[in-house]
Structures are given as structure tokens and as C-alpha cells.
């Protein structure tokens, strides 16, 4: 069975910093990667899909890169803000369902 | 509308009543997914849906859970003689195209709390 790692687990930094967030995969045969972001007591938002043929995707300040043969992605922050505040969780699609890990808390400190 | 809807977001049962929890799709979105998110962890999967074909029922834990989706866009998870260890946030999600194609939007979900 796929396991998906997140580590670390919660993360605090002082505004501005550049962070960066890690994703582990046990079984490399996968479709694609996602990673979300959760607010308390919402659903998940889609922030970065990496199709299994891609190494990262960009979006504004985000910069997800994939290595699926070591089985492990990255989600790189720049210029942390306070409304990054959140967990963020990656999922890996391995053809018949998805697997999620069980996310990194971040805090981003005024 | 806009995004995915759950309804209702919040559910509380008591042990032994059945729930419906019901999930509005983007409309269009070809795929639905239902997952199990319980306290401090990660969304679980529990089924998948194409158009009106549940595609994989595997992650579904026991056959108290029934998933349904007759018009291909509307779905609804039942779940008969709720348990306490039912207690989480289940969540929808959906895509335009098949699974392994597409990035998933999700519902805000429903809580649900077994007594």
C-alpha cells in the first residue's frame, strides 16, 4: 500500500522567510501529485497539480518540484505571509485512488 | 454554482441512525471522490465515481457505507447503524476529466458526530 510522509509535521517562521515543505512516497509508480491547502474547519484547496512526466509546477510564490523515482516532492513558499497560515497536505494518485499524507501545520508569524 | 456542495455541514446522530450526506459537484466534473478525514489526519479515500460508474468502492470501511451517484452529477453517501468511530468530516471532491488527469476541488465537507 502507498504511504505518503509529510514532514515536518508543523512548521512556525517569521514572516518573509522562504520555507520549504516535504513530501515522501513509498511506491514511485504514480499518475500525479497534488498539494493542497487547509484552513480549520474547511475543505482542501488546490494549489499545485505535477503530472508524473513533470519535475515542478509554479504558481505566484509557490514552487512544487517533483522526483518521482527517489518518491519525494517538495512545496517551496518564497516570501511567507500570515495568510499562508494553514496546513498543507500532498496527495499521490496511484491509478485507482488517491493517497494523502497527513499534512504540515504552518504558522507564519507578523 | 461556483464550487462543490456538501450538505448538511454539520451532522449530529445518534448510534444506530442512518445518515445521508449529500455532495453537488461542479457541474460537468466527470469525476467524484468521497473521502474520510478524521482528527489531526489526512483525508482517507472511500470511493470513486465516473459519470454514474462507481469505479472503486475499496476504501469504503465496511458495508454499513453505501455511495451513489444515479444521474452522474449529484451524490449521495449513506452511512446505516452509524457507529461512534463513524465521528469525522467526509469530504467530496471533484474533476472535469478522469482521476489521473485532472487536480480535484473540494466541498467544505460534513462533520459528522455519532453519540
Known amino acids: 500500500k502507498q504511504e505518503v510522509t509529510q514532514i515536518p509535521a508543523a512548521l512556525s517562521v517569521p514572516e518573509g522567510e522562504n520555507l520549504v515543505l516535504n513530501c515522501s512516497f513509498t511506491?514511485?509508480?504514480?499518475?500525479?501529485l497534488q498539494w493542497f491547502r487547509q484552513d480549520p474547519g474547511k475543505g482542501l484547496t488546490s494549489l499545485l497539480l505535477i503530472q508524473s512526466s513533470q519535475r515542478e509546477q509554479t504558481s505566484g510564490r509557490l514552487n512544487a518540484s517533483l522526483d518521482k523515482s527517489s518518491g519525494r516532492s517538495t512545496l517551496y513558499i518564497a516570501a511567507s505571509q500570515p495568510g499562508d497560515s494553514a496546513t498543507y497536505l500532498c496527495a499521490v494518485y496511484t491509478g485507482n485512488q488517491f493517497y494523502f499524507g497527513t499534512g504540515t501545520s504552518l504558522t507564519v508569524i507578523p | 454554482g461556483a464550487g462543490v456542495s456538501q450538505s448538511p455541514r454539520y451532522k449530529v446522530a445518534k448510534r444506530g441512525q442512518d445518515v445521508a450526506l449529500r455532495c453537488d459537484p461542479i457541474s460537468g466534473h466527470v469525476s467524484l471522490f468521497w473521502y474520510q478525514q478524521a482528527l489531526g489526519q489526512g483525508p482517507e479515500f472511500l470511493t470513486y465515481?465516473?459519470?454514474?460508474?462507481?469505479?472503486?468502492k475499496s476504501g469504503l470501511p465496511s458495508d454499513r457505507f453505501f455511495a451513489e451517484r444515479p444521474e452522474g452529477s449529484v451524490s449521495t453517501l449513506k452511512i446505516q447503524r452509524t457507529q461512534q468511530e463513524d465521528s469525522a468530516v467526509y469530504l467530496c471532491?471533484?474533476?472535469?476529466?478522469?482521476?489521473?488527469?485532472?487536480?480535484?476541488?473540494f466541498g467544505p465537507g460534513t462533520r459528522l458526530t455519532v453519540l
Open positions: 511506491d514511485s509508480a504514480i499518475y500525479n
Open positions: 471532491a471533484s474533476s472535469l476529466r478522469p482521476a489521473w488527469t485532472d487536480e480535484q476541488f
Open positions: 465515481f465516473q459519470n454514474e460508474a462507481q469505479l472503486d
